[in-house]
């Protein structure tokens, strides 16, 4: 059969008998019934072919979703880290501001009341 655009089937096609005698003897192959069987069978194999190739192109299709929603959530894990580390560090430097800030006032009242 005719290779068309990609790899064939997963299933190979068998030979029909048509094909078979066109292989042995070709002045068989000329009668009218014996080239519409040879053309079902093309089609046959043809759709085959399409259906075999859009199985393919899913199956990839799919495997690419599947890896970038894994990134996406590879990315959004990350965020959210950062997001929480961020707060924790502003947290952090709030009291340490508060913090000198009290020590400031302390140390301005201790001033204050030594003269």
Do not use: W
């Not at 199985?55 to 997001?83: F, G, N, T």
């Not at 020590?103 to 009341?113: C, P, S, V």
């Amino acid at each position: 059969p005719p290779k068309v655009g990609g790899a064939p089937p997963s299933t190979p096609v068998k030979l029909s008998s048509s094909q078979q005698r066109s292989q042995s003897d070709h002045s068989l192959n000329d009668t009218p019934s014996s080239k519409l069987n040879d053309t079902r069978e093309k089609i046959s194999y043809i759709k085959q072919s399409l259906h075999a190739n859009a199985a393919k192109k899913k199956m990839e299709e799919d495997r690419k979703m599947a890896s970038a929603m894994d990134r996406i959530c590879k990315l959004e894990q990350q965020l959210r880290d950062e997001s929480q580390q961020h707060r924790k560090d502003h947290i952090a430097l709030h009291a340490d501001v508060t913090s000198q800030v009290n020590k400031t006032r302390e140390d301005a009242l201790q001033r204050n009341q030594a003269f």
